[in-house]
């Protein structure tokens, strides 16, 4: 999906012209991948407009810097307050927020400690990440030919541009070959998650995710849909996946910021279950939107309204 040109990013500190948010071509991120990054939705509620969870990306973002030991040259509430500032300068109404901390424009080695650190926060519209029927008709995807980054190469708890590299082999292959995700695991080839969503199982009535060791990135949906799940009364087993497992699944879905719910209907084209959307994938899909759009009660002060400053 092309990027729509909005009105204004924030830029060092603050908003500029969206055309003007540009940086020159030997910056450090260019050429050795170090950035740091955050992906935030809003949704339209009846109170305004409000960026889910948007403190919590904020501090992911701050942890993804420190694991490279790179400090962030303003406070997170400065981060914060960027990237409502710019939402309502751009009028958003839902959309994706899309803050980045980045090595710029310095020297040419490899490190980028005398790089200057720099931030810009853009706004974009984005509407559903794996095509428009996904949320209800369920994906297609594969087991991908690549691994996931392993434990003590490129650390996955950073969300860090540099581990998109992996992402973007494992998408393209699965993209490729007729799929729409890939599913890639681990070093001990267990499951992980996607090229950019975290997976969870249904079986035979227990829901299972990979844990925080499977090289996943801790995913703030996969957190918002643990306590979903908890408040509905079905704890969520965080155990090791063996691949097989995909295969004998009664339901699998994906999620994410960009992907949201997304069930998973195939993989290696096996149906998953019925080869549709599963109840428990539909009754959790329900929580999660109720919750974002503002229509249940929002009992963990997940909202955060643009229009607050
Ligand atoms: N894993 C990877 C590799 C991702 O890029 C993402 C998207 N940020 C996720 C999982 C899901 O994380 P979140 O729910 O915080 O968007």
């Known amino acids: 999906m092309a990027i729509q040109k909005m009105d ?3 830029f060092n500190g603050q908003l500029v012209e969206w055309d003007q948010a540009n940086i020159h071509v030997l910056s450090h991120v260019v050429h050795y991948g170090s950035s740091f990054f955050e992906g935030i939705r ?3 509620t009846p109170r305004g407009t409000a960026a889910f969870r948007l403190t919590t990306h904020i501090e992911r973002l701050f942890k993804s810097a420190r694991i490279y030991r790179t400090e962030v040259p303003y406070s997170l509430a400065q981060i914060v307050a960027a990237a409502k500032e710019t939402a309502r300068a751009n009028r958003l109404r839902s959309g994706y927020i899309r803050p980045v901390v980045y090595r710029g424009f310095g020297t040419i080695g490899v490190d980028p400690t005398p790089c200057p650190v720099e931030v810009a926060v853009a706004t974009i519209e984005w509407g559903k990440y794996l095509g428009a029927e996904s949320q209800e ?3 297609d995807v594969c087991v991908s030919s690549w691994n996931r980054l392993a434990p003590n190469t490129l650390p996955s708890l950073s969300k860090a541009g ?3 590299l ?3 082999l494992v998408k393209m292959e699965a993209l490729r070959d007729g799929y729409s995700e890939g599913i890639v695991l681990n070093a001990q080839n267990q499951v992980s998650e996607g090229s950019g969503e975290n997976l969870f199982v249904v079986y035979e009535g227990t829901v ?3 844990p925080v060791g499977a090289s996943i990135l801790m995913g703030i949906t996969r957190d918002t849909v643990i306590h979903l ?3 509905m009364g079905i704890e969520v087993r965080e155990q090791a996946i063996p691949r097989e497992l995909l295969y004998i699944a009664d339901e699998i879905f994906f999620t994410g910021t960009a992907a949201e719910i997304t069930p998973v209907r195939s993989v290696d084209r096996l149906a998953v279950g019925t080869g549709q959307r599963g109840p428990l994938t539909a009754e959790v899909q329900a929580a999660f939107f109720a919750l974002v759009q503002g229509e249940t009660e929002d009992r963990h002060n997940w909202l955060e309204y643009i229009a607050e400053g």
């Open 8 to 10: 204004y990013i924030w």
């Open 42 to 44: 809003c949704y339209e």
């Open 137 to 139: 008709q369920g994906v």
């Open 162 to 164: 540099g581990n998109y």
């Open 166 to 168: 992996n992402s973007q």
């Open 208 to 210: 299972i995710t990979p």
């Open 229 to 231: 799940l908890h408040e």
